[in-house]
């Protein structure tokens, strides 16, 4: 026999006592069986709907804290914007006035630079001498300026950010 005739004989085989050994060793009735089971399957489909309605509820709440986060996130960065555009709108104007006051020192600078030369001309004897003295001077300045900028420089203009960024926050007390 071929090896397909020797499964199908078995499975038959299988089933056959199966069956007859499933109605001698049967504890109930065939209507009380398939009540039993029946009462199972309801059992088991009320379990699932509960798990199922658990798990809708539990989903919703999960749906309800994205929708809270998303709120909470974008209020946050509205309040950043609006933060950023104060302390902008405080940083700039600090910085205008400095750009100005240096302008007029420059000028003032400037003014009394060459005043100082038609000076010294003046004593020299020679406007040429005056001009060439002062322009020295001020090379020499610019240059001692350039070599400490590191010292002088920096500090300064931190100071000068940190106060215009930070002045509306309390501070605290030790």
Same mark, same amino acid.
Request: aromatic residues 8%; hydrophobic residues 50%; proline residues 3%.
């Given at each position: 026999?071929?090896?397909?005739?020797?499964?199908?004989?078995?499975?038959?085989?299988?089933?056959?006592?199966?069956?007859?050994?499933?109605?001698?060793?049967?504890?109930?009735?065939?209507?009380?069986?398939?009540?039993?089971?029946?009462?199972?399957?309801?059992?088991?489909?009320?379990?699932?709907?509960?798990?199922?309605?658990?798990?809708?509820?539990?989903?919703?709440?999960?749906?309800?804290?994205?929708?809270?986060?998303?709120?909470?996130?974008?209020?946050?960065?509205?309040? !950043?914007? #609006?933060?950023?555009?104060?302390?902008?709108?405080?940083? $700039? =104007?600090?910085? &205008?006035?400095? @750009? +100005?006051?240096?302008?007029?020192?420059?000028?003032?600078?400037?003014?009394?630079?060459?005043?100082?030369?038609?000076?010294?001309?003046?004593?020299?004897?020679?406007?040429?001498?005056?001009?060439?003295?002062?322009?020295?001077?001020?090379?020499? !300045?610019? #240059?001692?300026?350039?070599?400490?900028?590191?010292?002088? $420089? =920096?500090?300064? &203009?931190?100071? @000068? +950010?940190?106060?215009?960024?930070?002045?509306?926050?309390?501070?605290?007390?030790?």
């Amino acid at each position: 026999m071929k090896t397909v005739s020797k499964i199908m004989i078995a499975i038959g085989a299988g089933l056959a006592i199966g069956s007859v050994l499933g109605v001698l060793f049967a504890p109930d009735k065939g209507s009380e069986t398939r009540r039993k089971l029946r009462e199972g399957r309801e059992g088991w489909v009320k379990r699932t709907e509960g798990k199922l309605k658990w798990g809708k509820e539990k989903l919703n709440k999960i749906e309800e804290l994205v929708v809270r986060f998303k709120a909470y996130r974008n209020t946050r960065l509205s309040q !950043l914007k #609006l933060s950023t555009a104060e302390k902008t709108a405080n940083v $700039l =104007p600090v910085l &205008i006035a400095v @750009l +100005l006051a240096a302008l007029v020192f420059f000028l003032f600078l400037t003014i009394v630079c060459i005043v100082l030369a038609l000076l010294i001309g003046s004593w020299l004897n020679s406007l040429w001498m005056g001009f060439m003295i002062v322009s020295g001077l001020i090379l020499l !300045l610019g #240059l001692w300026s350039w070599i400490s900028r590191e010292r002088w $420089l =920096p500090i300064p &203009i931190m100071n @000068l +950010l940190i106060r215009a960024l930070f002045k509306d926050i309390p501070h605290e007390k030790d």
